[in-house]
């Protein structure tokens, strides 16, 4: 069976529990875990907060669009599967759907634009993540919750409700995934 076959690519809003969750479950399932936003700065020197500052939003999809197309290529050479935590927006990218399905079983971790925002405000840690231009935390999740969540739903074959304590949905993925051969 192709890694593809058995890897988990996980999609949903900033905050969303995308990469606690899933190095979680790559641990726990034998998988390896990557992460878009990482893979992203190690191949070009820059952090999707840099490309969407300097650049624009265009040239931030664009990068990570040509981030999704080397993954699937890479992918289809490996026996190994994998745990892939994508950006919030990475499903805008250009064929995003085409190439996230390619990559394993999308997995939507679905979070409310409140739940966005209460995270967001308790974060300690240091991940810069610029706003849309004029708009608060609260107004920018609403506003990417509405937009994105029609995308999320229809690219995923599965969804979770993260809203919740990471841990109880952590359990539901575990369970999940769990179903899906390695």
């Not at 500052?53 to 994998?82: D, N």
């Not at 608060?136 to 994105?148: P, S």
Request: hydrophobic share 50%; with cysteine.
């Amino acid at each position: 069976m192709g890694a593809s076959r058995t890897s988990i690519v996980l999609i949903g809003l900033r905050r969303s529990g995308k990469t606690s969750l899933g190095r979680a479950l790559a641990a726990a399932t034998g998988r390896a875990f990557l992460d878009t936003d990482e893979l992203l700065c190690a191949r070009t020197g820059r952090s999707a907060a840099e490309w969407l500052l300097s650049e624009g939003e265009a040239a931030l999809r664009e990068q990570e669009g040509a981030l999704l197309r080397a993954l699937v290529a890479e992918i289809a050479q490996r026996t190994e599967p994998i745990v892939l935590a994508t950006g919030g927006g990475s499903v805008l990218a250009p064929d995003a759907a085409r190439l996230l399905a390619q990559l394993g079983r999308v997995i939507w971790l679905d979070i409310s634009a409140a739940t966005a925002v209460a995270r967001a405000e308790s974060a300690d840690d240091a991940i810069e993540r610029p706003l849309l231009a004029g708009r608060t935390v609260a107004e920018e999740a609403v506003l990417l919750h509405a937009q994105r969540s029609p995308i999320y739903e229809a690219l995923a074959r599965n969804r979770i409700d993260a809203s919740a304590d990471l841990a109880a949905s952590g359990l539901q993925l575990l369970k999940l995934a769990s179903a899906i051969p390695v």
